[in-house]
């Protein structure tokens, strides 16, 4: 590595109230950080029943659902359903739309972070798929007190089998108390963050005060990072995320995201016109808002 790269802004992610009676932790898709391209948010969420995320849309960009504990029960308007357990991980493209609910599977808190990654303007019409891992399949690899999952990209020698549309690293990293350090490349161009899950880390340079949960770091330029766990009894979990850069407009409605504001509108009149995409929303509600007697 020549140039590690450097944290140049902190955020801590104070819980804040989204969806129906869930609490989400938002750092990327805040006031303060509109977007750091391309990711348009990263929530840490945690709920339990009867809270959760009933039917909603979605349309242009991808969420990543990477669970922490418990589960959450996907349903969408196509009747895919499924539930996303702890170390699960579901890639959703929602391209031209996809309509659903995410609700906290069986009883305790079910906690996990949720990325929204934009989508270039070649591929936010696409069709809707999903790339589902499960925990035991997600590439996995450990090196001198060092674990890495790999969620998305290339790590310590493994690479995932998932396909981004918009390309994107994205590793969970757990590093033992006094471990040597973890040094990653991240591509130069791309932009790239820090979340710190548990634990304190030092991150960019060793003289650096240690940061810990909760916290998001925006790291400047440079060719990957470097990261040391210096407490003597804790250990560090942080996320290094980094993506390409589309380099587009951004035009957002809530959980419509365009490159422009005509094409909102257009997405509005979709949606509510249950057509180009959103047809099947015509006829459809969740067996979760079912099962609560929702009109
Ligand atoms: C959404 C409000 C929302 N973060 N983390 C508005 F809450 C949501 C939404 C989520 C969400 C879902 C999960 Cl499982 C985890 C989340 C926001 O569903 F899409 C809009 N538009
Ligand atoms: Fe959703």
């Known amino acids: ?3 590690p790269r450097q944290v140049v802004r902190k955020f801590l992610a104070r819980p804040q109230h989204e969806g129906v009676g869930a609490v989400v932790r938002r750092s990327i898709g805040r006031f303060e950080l509109r977007y750091f391209d391309p990711f348009l948010v990263l929530d840490e969420f945690s709920v339990s029943a009867p809270a959760g995320f009933p039917d909603h849309p979605h349309r242009g960009f991808e969420t990543v659902t990477y669970m922490l504990e418990g589960a959450v029960t996907h349903e969408d308007f196509e009747g895919h359903r499924g539930s996303i357990k702890a170390g699960d991980v579901q890639w959703m493209t929602a391209g031209r739309g ?3 609910s995410e609700m906290p599977a069986g009883p305790g808190t079910s906690k996990g972070l949720q990325l929204w990654v934009n989508l270039s303007s070649a591929n936010k019409m696409i069709e809707p798929g999903y790339q589902e891992i499960q925990s035991k399949d997600i590439a996995c690899t450990s090196a001198d ?3 890495v999952r790999v969620i998305a990209g290339n790590a310590m020698g493994v690479r995932s089998p998932v396909r981004t549309r918009t390309p994107t690293l994205y590793l969970d990293f757990t590093v033992r108390p006094r471990a040597a350090a973890v040094r990653q490349p991240v591509d130069a161009s791309w932009n790239a963050f820090a979340y710190v899950l548990e634990g304190e880390g030092v991150f960019g340079a060793e003289r650096c005060a ?3 949960a909760h916290h998001l770091l925006l790291l400047g330029q440079g060719d990957g990072l470097e990261v040391w766990n210096k407490s003597p009894d804790k250990t560090l979990r942080f ?3 980094a993506g390409e850069p589309i380099g587009e407009p951004v035009a957002q409605l ?3 995201v ?3 504001e005509e094409e909102i509108d257009m997405t509005v009149d979709d949606f509510e016109r249950y057509a180009n995409g959103f047809e099947k929303a015509r006829h ?3 067996q979760a808002m079912v099962a609560l007697g929702v009109e």
């Open 1 to 3: 590595m020549e140039k």
């Open 98 to 100: 996809i309509v659903h």
């Open 145 to 147: 007190g060092v674990t």
């Open 210 to 212: 240690p940061v810990g």
């Open 239 to 241: 996320l290094l995320v």
């Open 254 to 256: 809530g959980p419509f």
């Open 258 to 260: 365009m490159n422009t």
């Open 284 to 286: 459809w509600k969740s």
